[in-house]
């Protein structure tokens, strides 16, 4: 079982940067490919990015290339979004979870879902 939460949200102002970070307890995160995603009031979840286990950022949201990373800390069981030049429309709450099984891409592969963290962008 691992235990993933969510930290580093908040509300900054277009065109800062934050950086969140996804903190694992209970086993190791090194081994797993980690998803980030988000949901903005009233629309569904959507993968942002994953980060495999060496490290490679694969994009599933054209608006975050260019702008978004992710990264890793594997010391600290920590995995990283470093979030810059924010758009109001970046506003969402950010999950991180752990890739178990299928594509990369579907949503339902994910699990060990963290409780999220709240990125507010105003204008």
């Known amino acids: 079982q691992v235990q993933l939460v969510e930290s580093g949200g908040g509300l900054v102002q277009a065109g800062d940067s934050l950086r969140l970070s996804c903190t694992a307890s209970?086993?190791?995160?090194?081994?797993?490919?980690v998803g980030w995603f988000r949901q903005a009031p009233g629309k569904e979840r959507e993968l942002v990015l994953t980060i495999t286990d060496s490290g490679r950022n694969i994009y599933y949201l054209d608006s975050a290339k260019g702008r978004f990373a992710s990264s890793r800390d594997n010391p600290k069981n920590t995995v990283y979004l470093q979030m810059n030049n924010l758009r109001p429309e970046d506003t969402a709450v950010y999950y991180c979870a752990v890739h178990r099984f299928g594509s990369y891409a579907y949503i339902n592969g994910y699990d060990y879902w963290g409780q999220g963290t709240q990125v507010t962008v105003s204008s």
């Open positions: 209970g086993r190791t995160l090194s081994t797993y490919t």
